[in-house]
């Protein structure tokens, strides 16, 4: 059974930082891509940052320079550390796993983390 459980959102103040945890069971985690997601209320999901198996990221041009993607093979995890937050990061962040093969593309979500900017 996969899982992808994600950690560390919550209320910060505009400027301020969180990092964002996403633990994953039930694959093998070091083949797949792993991505950030955020979906703000009334708006689509849509994708924040993404790190392949091989480590190149890339980001949503609304976020590069302030928030890095990373991740740790040993311990099947992805983070998502974002700093000088502003009021318009408020959104449901999800974690995203994404295999490639051939023919078959396996791809599964976190439940989301509430992530609010606000003074």
């Known amino acids: 059974q996969v899982q992808l459980v994600e950690s560390g959102g919550g209320l910060v103040q505009p400027g301020g930082s969180l990092r964002l945890s996403c633990a994953a069971s039930?694959?093998?985690?070091?083949?797949?891509?792993m991505g950030w997601y955020r979906q703000a209320l009334g708006k689509q999901r849509a994708l924040v940052a993404r790190i392949d198996s091989g480590g190149s990221t890339n980001y949503a041009d609304s976020v590069v320079g302030r928030f890095t993607i990373s991740r740790d093979n040993a311990k099947n995890t992805v983070y998502l550390e974002m700093n000088s937050l502003e009021p318009e990061d408020t959104a449901v962040y999800y974690c995203?796993?994404?295999?490639?093969?051939?023919?078959?593309?396996?791809?599964?979500w976190g439940q989301g983390t509430q992530v609010t900017v606000s003074s």
């Open positions: 039930g694959i093998i985690f070091s083949k797949y891509t």
């Open positions: 995203n796993a994404v295999f490639t093969g051939f023919p078959d593309t396996y791809g599964y």
